[in-house]
């Protein structure tokens, strides 16, 4: 098992392959990566390398910000990745981890949180179409339901 790092999306981009098709890949920065922890199965019960990606943030807990004096590093976001106690000993607190961790080719595991868009109706939720509101619309702005009844020859004559 290897390391993880966390990352955030730049963008998109194209790579073209030889024969002049286009692949779309995403970019993504990862940019400010530390090694927080190491976790050992002597200590912990498992073994696990905490990343931390720098990041400013003025609302940190008391304890969240003294672990981080106590390491020497920069505020950031944490989290934690299993791995093999000898991929483990490789590492040292405070080490810089860059893309060079992964191997070309090598397939990895992504995992992302989508843009919120708050409490949704059903309209954009689950891309319906609706009436156009504006230019003499009519029908889409009230309720139809009684109009044969109001203007019957009936009601008019009461």
């Known amino acids: 098992m290897s390391t993880g790092l966390i990352g955030k999306k730049s963008g998109m981009s194209r790579l073209f392959l030889e024969d002049g098709t286009s692949i779309p890949v995403t970019v993504i920065s990862v940019c400010g990566n530390f090694v927080a922890d190491i976790k050992t199965s002597d200590r912990d019960g498992y073994d696990a390398l905490v990343v931390s990606k720098?990041?400013?943030?003025?609302?940190?807990?008391?304890s969240t910000s003294e672990f981080f004096k106590k390491v020497n590093l920069e505020p950031g976001k944490l989290a934690e990745f299993r791995t093999d106690a000898n991929n483990a000993a490789g590492y040292q607190i405070g080490n810089h981890l860059t893309a060079d961790v992964f191997e070309t080719g090598q397939y990895v595991d992504i995992a992302g949180t989508s843009k919120g868009k708050g409490y949704a109706g059903v309209i954009k939720?689950?891309?319906?179409?609706m009436q156009d509101a504006t230019h003499?619309?009519?029908?889409s702005q009230s309720s139809w339901i009684n109009w044969p009844m109001s203007n019957s020859w009936k009601s008019m004559e009461r």
Do not use: E, P, Q, Y
Request: charged fraction near 20%.
């Open 54 to 62: 720098t990041k400013k943030s003025n609302n940190l807990t008391k």
């Open 125 to 129: 939720r689950h891309n319906f179409a």
């Open 136 to 139: 003499g619309n009519s029908l």
